[in-house]
């Protein structure tokens, strides 16, 4: 398993700062244990703060608020297409990187410096809408984030064989591997049904 100590020149490099560059990389422990701590947190604060009979229905809404927010992402903001060599390089920062080296296990998840902040502001955001209990909904969005970047993870660095993780996997791998512009889904699947983005199986297209 690689850890932080393993960046090395093979890498894709993104930034010229050394520091920059570590802060652009994430092993699965430590991105485990930032979000073993984190869950909790929220989930407690929201307790404290906002207890109620509907958190667990502000907890579903949320975790449906991720899969549209993870398609939407993806879609339009990761495979952004522009003409602006700025924005082309964003867009390589944010996303391209990992197309062009897909099973880089440094990569595989959203570093911190991005995912935090994010999810600040993704907070702040829920205790604008629905004042306190704004954070049983955040603690789905979290959730569901967590458990995406997770998957995501396995599909690319675990085999995956049981019937049910072989299909997440398949589907994400025909992104890849058949055409960027569709499954753009990894846990909220259903979008790509929905939105006609699925990429059929060679089976289902024979």
Same mark, same amino acid.
């Given at each position: 398993?690689?850890?932080?100590? %393993?960046?090395?020149?093979?890498?894709? /490099?993104?930034?010229?700062? =050394? +520091?920059?560059?570590?802060?652009?990389?994430? @092993?699965?422990?430590?991105?485990? @244990?930032?979000?073993?701590?984190?869950? $909790?947190?929220?989930?407690?604060?929201?307790?404290?703060?906002?207890?109620?009979?509907?958190?667990?229905?502000? &907890? &579903?809404?949320?975790?449906?608020?991720? !899969?549209?927010?993870?398609?939407?992402?993806?879609?339009?903001? +990761?495979?952004?297409? !522009?003409?602006?060599?700025?924005?082309?390089?964003?867009?390589? &920062?944010?996303?391209?990187n990992h197309h062009a080296d897909p099973? %880089?296990?440094?990569?595989?998840?959203? $570093? $911190?410096?991005?995912?935090?902040?994010?999810?600040?502001?993704?907070?702040?955001?829920?205790?604008?809408? +629905?004042? $306190?209990?704004?954070?049983?909904?955040?603690? =789905?969005?979290? #959730?569901?984030?967590?458990?995406?970047?997770?998957?995501?993870?396995?599909?690319?660095?675990?085999?995956?064989k049981g019937a049910f993780t072989r299909?997440?996997?398949?589907?994400?791998?025909?992104?890849?591997?058949?055409?960027?512009? =569709?499954?753009?889904?990894? #846990?909220?699947?259903?979008?790509? /049904?929905?939105?006609?983005? /699925?990429?059929?199986?060679?089976?289902? /297209?024979?």
């Amino acid at each position: 398993m690689e850890s932080l100590s %393993d960046i090395s020149n093979d890498r894709i /490099r993104l930034f010229r700062s =050394g +520091f920059l560059e570590r802060l652009t990389v994430i @092993s699965g422990p430590v991105f485990m @244990s930032i979000w073993a701590i984190l869950l $909790p947190a929220i989930a407690v604060m929201g307790a404290v703060s906002a207890a109620t009979l509907w958190a667990p229905a502000l &907890i &579903i809404a949320g975790l449906i608020f991720w !899969t549209v927010t993870e398609y939407v992402l993806h879609r339009f903001v +990761f495979h952004f297409e !522009t003409e602006s060599q700025l924005m082309q390089r964003m867009v390589f &920062i944010i996303h391209g990187n990992h197309h062009a080296d897909p099973n %880089d296990p440094l990569r595989n998840l959203m $570093p $911190p410096i991005v995912s935090i902040p994010v999810g600040c502001a993704i907070w702040a955001m829920c205790l604008w809408a +629905f004042g $306190p209990v704004g954070t049983w909904v955040l603690l =789905g969005f979290m #959730t569901g984030y967590v458990a995406y970047d997770l998957v995501h993870y396995a599909c690319h660095q675990w085999p995956m064989k049981g019937a049910f993780t072989r299909m997440l996997k398949s589907h994400h791998m025909r992104h890849h591997h058949v055409h960027v512009h =569709g499954n753009y889904a990894i #846990t909220g699947m259903i979008w790509d /049904r929905v939105l006609a983005t /699925r990429i059929l199986s060679v089976k289902e /297209r024979t």
